[in-house]
């Protein structure tokens, strides 16, 4: 019984010199060992190895292009039982790891989202970005029948072995949504727990997020995962 620590890395080097130690911290808590597996960009960007070798994590570079790209590598290298992500810009606190644990263990879940939508869960992200994300959210409850308030954040913690049976084709942060709904076809009976808790604006650096390409890209698989649910059934 133990932990797979997965972060995927864009030129976070500042960012992860603050989050590893803390998230050694917290992982601690739970009892459970573990492994903290950096997932960073093709070539390096930036002295993220070196802080990774500092730290005690393992440095990776993924192995194919895009989001999508790095959480299928940090999966295919994940040898714990339980898989937990988390952003490694420090948005997301790891001071709420203890809690994911909990719920995730004591409740038999096959995935708990640190869910900014809950009841106690707060966000402090820019109004657009909030509004886009209710919106995507709702529409992507609706359109493939997942029952969590939260389906847009990476804070999860899943079953190792569930996420290496899923095939995953999304390049982006829509592999996201794509993860739950192919889990969910998998096992009907999937158990999605939600956790409260604040999400932060990253500590140092500038989002990669592009407002206007994000949206045209999360229409366009909302279409095709839609499809993907509806020939699930047939």
Do not use: W
Request: glycine residues 6%; positive net charge.
């Amino acid at each position: 019984m133990a932990i797979s620590v997965v972060l995927l890395a864009y030129k976070e080097e500042e960012n992860l010199r603050v989050l590893l130690p803390k998230i050694k911290e917290n992982v601690e808590k739970t009892g459970e060992d573990y492994e903290i597996l950096v997932i960073d960009t093709e070539k390096p960007l930036d002295r993220t190895e070196d802080v990774c070798k500092e730290h005690g994590a393992r440095y990776i570079n993924q192995e194919a292009p895009g989001f999508g790209g790095a959480f299928r590598t940090g999966i295919k290298y994940a040898k714990k039982d339980k898989f937990l992500i988390l952003d490694s810009d420090g948005s997301h606190n790891p001071k709420y790891i203890p809690a994911i644990y909990k719920k995730f263990v004591t409740e038999h879940c096959d995935v708990v989202i640190g869910s900014r939508y809950v009841e106690g869960g707060k966000t402090n992200d820019a109004k657009s970005s909030i509004v886009m994300s209710h919106i995507l959210n709702g529409m992507f409850r609706l359109f493939l029948g997942i029952r969590a308030k939260d389906i847009s954040t990476d804070y999860r913690m899943y079953q190792t072995a569930q996420l290496k049976r899923v095939k995953l084709t999304c390049k982006n942060y829509d592999v996201l949504q794509e993860v739950l709904l192919r889990l969910r076809m998998n096992n009907k009976k999937l158990k999605i727990g939600e956790v409260p808790i604040e999400f932060n604006k990253r500590i140092y650096g500038e989002s990669k997020r592009r407002l206007i390409p994000f949206i045209l890209s999360y229409i366009k698989t909302l279409i095709k995962l839609t499809a993907t649910r509806i020939a699930g059934r047939s």
